[in-house]
């Protein structure tokens, strides 16, 4: 009998500086002993200081990317990221049931870590009436939720109620990402249906004094992606991810690349 792969899957742009999306996505599915594949959704012209181009793919080569992919290889669990359009949204979300894929996390990627606009303002409608639902869980930070649910998040303790809010769009967790918050120590909200109940769990983070966190979202919901397709249960695989994280930022501080934000060094226990 031979060796089976954890099969990923990562739908998203690509980053032609390498820290964040579809490139931070595969370093992070390799780190964490997984098979990962891709699904580009957009081609991104940028670096550590800003997004300088976007080219557009086709929703109908998003589409046969898609599935080519799932009738040959197949998948345990996928991370979606940058998604553009409201046409490519749809593609999208019609072959994840096509394929009867559950395991989805949803990063609803709306801005760059450089301020760059990265979702069309008539797109946000599709996100969370097509996509949402069909996610397992969605991870915005505190800017996206913002955009989703029109409440602003002044702190911690406004979390849980923005979380539960997002959880009436229908995916099945929440993990409110508190990152945007001001001061040292901050924290992530997760929120999810257990059985007939509702749990919460508040992941607290002291915050690594450092530039590079360049894809840090990108990598974040990818390492949940990762250990779910691994078995991992939902609060675990948001734990052990947290904690690759902080352990990628951690080590990522010690380098410099470029002149803006850096990336975090995703293979931090490969090599020095």
Partial sequence: MSK?????LTIAGSDSGGGAGIQADLKTFSALG???????TALTAQNTIAVTAIYEVSADFVG??????????GIDAVKIG???TPEIIETVADKLKKFNVTRIILDPVMIAKSGDKLLRDDAIDALKTKLVPLAEMITPN????????GEHISGIEDMTKIAVQLLEYGSASVLLKGGHLSGRHGADCLVYKDGGSLKTIKIKFTRIDTMNTH???????SA?????ARNYSIPDSVRAAHQYLKGAINAG?????GEGHGPVKHFFELWD
């Fill in 215 to 221: 894809g840090t979202g990108c990598t974040l919901s």
């Fill in 4 to 8: 089976k792969y954890v099969r990923v």
């Fill in 34 to 40: 997984c098979y990962g594949m891709s699904v580009i």
């Fill in 82 to 84: 940058m998604l553009q």
């Fill in 224 to 228: 949940i992606a990762a250990f779910r």
């Fill in 253 to 257: 501080k010690e380098y410099s690349l």
């Fill in 142 to 149: 505190l800017p996206e939720a913002s955009v989703l649910t």
């Fill in 64 to 73: 046969s990317q898609i599935e080519a992919i799932m009738t040959d290889i």
